[in-house]
């Protein structure tokens, strides 16, 4: 079984702060991770992925994430928010099922805020 | 990379009125996924679909209510049937990485999404 939680609905920040996104997962497999950001009124955009090879996964638009398998965590960041950046942002683990498909698990997401 | 589109992109219903929504993949695809996002909600699963094959629903979804065609690898289409105001969600498709020949094993990749609004 697997399952996600993220930890903050809304997350507010001024432009040029940094930002921070939480996230914990449980798996009873060894899981891949994903991060993905939804604008208003559009789809899903992958934003990174983690799959063992590094702890540390940079994405697209200047965002990372730290795999922590000690504290099951896989947190999003960015150095800089920008006013684009204002978003829904789910993280999402996905780990092989019986049968051997993959498929995933969302978050309830997080409402990321970027004020001027 | 591949290009998934839906039809329509959004719509307004009447409530016991069905609507049909397709989504085309310009690569074939072995697994589509149809999901729900209620308003302000997260992604939950409503079906997998496979070509050849009846689809195959999660718990809470039913084909009486969400039939799913899937007559070739590229296309497939999900009807909302009968419908009421509760059904009022975005409903998105998704394939799988590998299907579209990506490196990215395992991953999702989205459709826009169909924004139904159920009167």
């Known amino acids: 079984a697997q399952s996600v939680t993220q930890l903050d609905s809304h997350v507010s920040v001024s432009e040029g702060t940094p930002v921070l996104l939480r996230c914990n997962y449980s798996?009873?497999?060894?899981?891949?991770l994903f991060w993905y950001v939804q604008h208003p009124n559009k789809g899903l955009q992958l934003l990174l992925k983690y799959t063992s090879a590094a702890t540390l996964v940079k994405g697209i638009n200047g965002f990372e994430a730290e795999f922590k398998k000690s504290e099951t965590s896989f947190h999003l960041t960015k150095p800089s928010a920008h006013m684009s950046d204002a978003a829904e942002y789910f993280c999402?683990?996905?780990?092989?099922?019986?049968?051997?498909?993959?498929?995933?698990?969302f978050g309830r997401g997080t409402s990321l805020i970027v004020h001027p | 990379s591949a290009v998934i589109s839906q039809k329509p992109s959004r719509d307004i219903c009447q409530r016991g009125t069905s609507l049909t929504i397709q989504c085309q993949v310009d690569s074939q695809v072995t697994m589509m996924f149809w999901y729900r996002q209620q308003p302000g909600q997260s992604l939950t699963l409503i079906a997998t679909a496979n070509q050849g094959s009846e689809a195959t629903y999660e718990s809470g979804f039913v084909i009486d209510k969400f039939p799913i065609s899937r007559p070739n690898l590229t296309f497939s289409t999900l009807t909302v049937s009968n419908m009421s105001p509760e059904d009022s969600s975005i409903y998105l498709c998704?394939?799988?990485?590998?299907?579209?020949?990506?490196?990215?094993?395992?991953?999702?990749?989205f459709g826009p999404g169909t924004r139904l609004t159920v009167l």
């Open positions: 999402v683990v996905s780990d092989r099922a019986s049968g051997g498909s993959y498929i995933p698990t």
């Open positions: 998704s394939v799988e990485g590998t299907s579209l020949g990506m490196d990215l094993t395992d991953t999702q990749y």
């Open positions: 798996s009873s497999y060894s899981p891949s």
